[in-house]
């Protein structure tokens, strides 16, 4: 059974630092996704990583990911305010045909000014 | 382009009562659709998906069960609620890997149960 962890689960930063989520599972797969969700809103969708050493960004966020360590990296440069929100990694799996993520635990981030 | 609706946005029902979400998608065919419910301060726990009309997987045993009548249609239902069936009911669709090598994953709106 797949199993997905982030680290932390909390996490309060002050604005203008930086600081990296970890993403660990223990099954191997090729694809990997990471979602931003707003207190009480839907998922949205940030980053796809496809491949071993594959590296997204985008403004400041960046996500990598080591398939062979089956370890992925959501890393936030110099936080502002509005990126506080709860982040979620997902694992890509197929399995005779079935096709499914399964999530992360979540890391519920906290910028404070 | 693609979009998928989900409602109602929210739902307060009492216990032995009976549910059904309804999830739709438009812009696509063939989607394969899932229904998620994430329990409150909780990551995401998959329900059910389906490949196809009435192509049904469960992940997890329990008092719901899901249905999908037409291509682009995903019900979930249950014919008497329990307490613990609250939460927040996502639905999402993806395009299956044998029709694009990278499958975004688009969530809907979501429903808030809460049963009383």
């Known amino acids: 059974e797949l199993k997905v962890e982030q680290n932390p689960l909390f996490l309060s930063m002050q604005e203008g630092k930086n600081y990296t989520i970890y993403c660990n599972y223990s099954?191997?797969?090729?694809?990997l996704y990471w979602y931003r969700q707003d207190p009480g809103k839907s998922l949205e969708s940030l980053f796809v990583?496809?491949?071993?050493?594959a590296v997204k960004q985008e403004g400041r966020l960046m996500a990598s990911l080591d398939t062979k360590a089956r370890l992925s990296t959501l890393h936030i440069t110099a936080a502002v305010h509005d990126l506080s929100a709860t982040y979620f990694c997902?694992?890509?799996?197929?399995?005779?045909?079935?096709?499914?993520?399964?999530f992360g635990t979540g890391t519920r981030l906290t910028i404070i000014p | 382009s693609q979009t998928i609706h989900q409602w109602p946005a929210t739902l307060v029902q009492p216990v032995g009562s009976p549910l059904s979400l309804e999830c739709t998608v438009e812009?696509?065919?063939?989607?394969?659709l899932y229904w998620y419910r994430q329990a409150a301060g909780r990551g995401l726990q998959l329900l059910f998906y389906?490949?196809?009309?009435?192509?049904i997987s469960s992940e997890v045993p329990q008092n719901l069960s899901a249905s999908r009548p037409q291509d682009r249609q995903f019900i979930l239902s249950s014919k008497k609620l329990l307490l613990s069936d609250s939460g927040f009911y996502l639905c999402?669709?993806?395009?299956?890997?044998?029709?694009?090598?990278?499958?975004?994953?688009?969530f809907g709106s979501g429903t808030r149960l809460t049963v009383v």
């Open positions: 099954t191997t797969s090729d694809r």
């Open positions: 999402a669709w993806s395009v299956g890997v044998r029709f694009s090598t990278v499958p975004g994953y688009t």
């Open positions: 990583l496809l491949s071993n050493g």
């Open positions: 812009g696509t065919s063939n989607p394969n």
């Open positions: 389906s490949v196809g009309i009435g192509q």
């Open positions: 997902a694992v890509f799996l197929r399995d005779f045909g079935n096709e499914k993520l399964t």
